[in-house]
């Protein structure tokens, strides 16, 4: 674990609200000069601190435009088949987040598909292929009232 002070902390609070401020800008905000300021970030980004930047597109803009959470249960725990269901479920079409969980599901998968077609083929064609994967539920969002990763 990386050892933050307050100053990286309101470095990562500026950059959470604004990834496209500029550095100069960033090392007024935080107090610092440009030069210690990028140093930091880096230093930041370099230790897996910053994974990224991205742009975050509305949905309706791209060629997936509906998003299905989709619950999955196990039908066994055995470690051998948890690592195959993990390493499969990754490289699924269409699979934008994996989350492992304690509870109902084993696993949350946020699916983006042009349709619900597409996503009645992934559910039928798509994951019955992954040895393991027991019980699916699906939750259609109809509508995003707030997503702090896309700044809604």
Do not use: K
Not at 66 to 76: A, D, Y
Not at 89 to 111: I, K, N, Q, S
């Amino acid at each position: 674990m990386v050892e933050l002070d307050e100053t990286d902390r309101d470095i990562l609070a500026v950059l959470a609200e604004d990834g496209r401020i500029s550095n100069v800008d960033l090392a007024a905000r935080v107090g610092l000069s440009p030069s210690p300021c990028l140093r930091r970030v880096r230093r930041l980004e370099r230790e897996g601190v910053i994974l990224g930047y991205r742009a975050m597109i509305a949905p309706a803009y791209t060629a997936q435009p509906l998003t299905v959470w989709t619950g999955v249960r196990m039908r066994v725990h055995e470690r051998g088949l948890v690592d195959r269901v993990e390493s499969e479920v990754l490289d699924l079409p269409g699979v934008t987040e994996v989350h492992h969980l304690a509870g109902d599901f084993d696993y949350l998968l946020r699916v983006e598909v042009a349709d619900l077609t597409e996503y009645d083929r992934f559910t039928r064609d798509v994951l019955p292929r992954i040895p393991g994967l027991g019980h699916v539920t699906s939750f259609v969002v109809m509508s995003t009232l707030r997503d702090d990763d896309r700044g809604l």
